[in-house]
């Protein structure tokens, strides 16, 4: 099978003046490897204005980048065989309901036990694409839906629409504390200034909005619905966190469990034996990439957070009977 065609244009952001170009393209096209661009650029699949450049040009900003390029196999990710729980598959994309400690795709040193090697195993066709197809990501320990483009088309219609704010994406989070109403948080969020593995709210972050409502109270918790409008990494607990309401279990973010008042046995154990953020990406709606119909998915917590929930629940109606 011939490998696809990309064709991609862009303008090199007035921010990247007095860098090297191939380090400013990997800055511009995110989804490629700077490996695979360097490629590109040795092979002149790469113009900047026109004309073929060289790697290490210094860029000014404004220029017109295009690339014209075969999307050949990256072939460092290896195919596993590792489960995928998958809620829809098509021609264009999957979207897979992803369970608590699987990492999205490979980092420095860790090439393997991703859901990208998962998708290569289910679809070895997914290695010409960038990413096998992930569009968006989630935390390693954060649970549910995500989508992913089969083909090269659906990949550029998914991004297109991420970038306009046209996919819905709505989380489940409990968090510590109590909320007399919904309401939205609007911060802008970059990387910690002292811990480079952290995100936080800051001066010159990327602007980023999360709307939340109230799902159910507990005494000391309550169980947020929370939509975003932006995409930051860490957003919602971020956030969250950010309003003094961190989310139950985020080593990250968050503080020592908060115990509701004349918590009893169960609930402490509940509550100190959930080590991961108690987040879950429950609802996903997008506008599918060749027929156009708008489509969406529900994917209900997993075990772990649904016990915890009925741990919660099993306490707070205690607490009222016994003031009944």
Request: hydrophobic share 40%.
């Amino acid at each position: 099978m011939q490998a696809p065609t990309l064709r991609l244009e862009a303008e090199i952001p007035a921010g990247q003046a007095g860098v090297r170009l191939d380090r400013a393209l990997a800055a511009v096209f995110p989804d490629y490897s700077r490996s695979r661009l360097q490629r590109w650029l040795k092979d002149g699949a790469i113009t900047v204005d026109g004309a073929v450049p060289r790697p290490r040009d210094i860029v000014h900003g404004g220029e017109r980048v295009r690339i014209h390029a075969q999307l050949e196999p990256e072939g460092a990710v290896q195919a596993q065989a590792i489960p995928l729980d998958i809620c829809h598959e098509d021609e264009a994309l999957l979207v897979i309901n992803k369970p608590a400690g699987l990492v999205v795709h490979p980092g420095a040193g860790n090439l393997a036990d991703t859901l990208q090697n998962a998708l290569l195993h289910h679809d070895p066709a997914l290695e010409t694409l960038p990413r096998a197809g992930i569009v968006h990501r989630l935390d390693r320990d954060t649970t549910g839906l995500m989508v992913v483009a089969r083909t090269l088309g659906a990949h550029r219609s998914l991004v297109e629409q991420l970038q306009r704010r046209r996919v819905g994406r709505e989380y489940q989070a409990l968090v510590a504390g109590t909320f007399t109403a919904g309401g939205r948080v609007e911060a802008a969020i970059g990387r910690h200034p002292h811990h480079r593995t952290r995100m936080a709210v800051r001066e010159g972050g990327r602007p980023a909005v999360t709307h939340y409502r109230i799902l159910e109270r507990f005494p000391a918790h309550t169980l947020l619905r929370c939509r975003l409008e932006s995409g930051r990494t860490h957003q919602i607990r971020v956030h969250m966190a950010h309003i003094r309401h961190p989310i139950v279990g985020d080593a990250t973010y968050g503080a020592r469990p908060r115990l509701p008042p004349g918590a009893d046995e169960a609930v402490r154990e509940a509550l100190a034996g959930f080590r991961r953020q108690a987040l879950h990406a429950w609802r996903l709606q997008l506008e599918h990439p060749v027929s156009g119909e708008a489509m969406a998915w529900e994917a209900q917590p997993p075990e772990d957070f649904q016990s915890l929930l009925a741990a919660l629940r099993a306490h707070r109606d205690r607490a009222t009977d016994g003031h009944g």
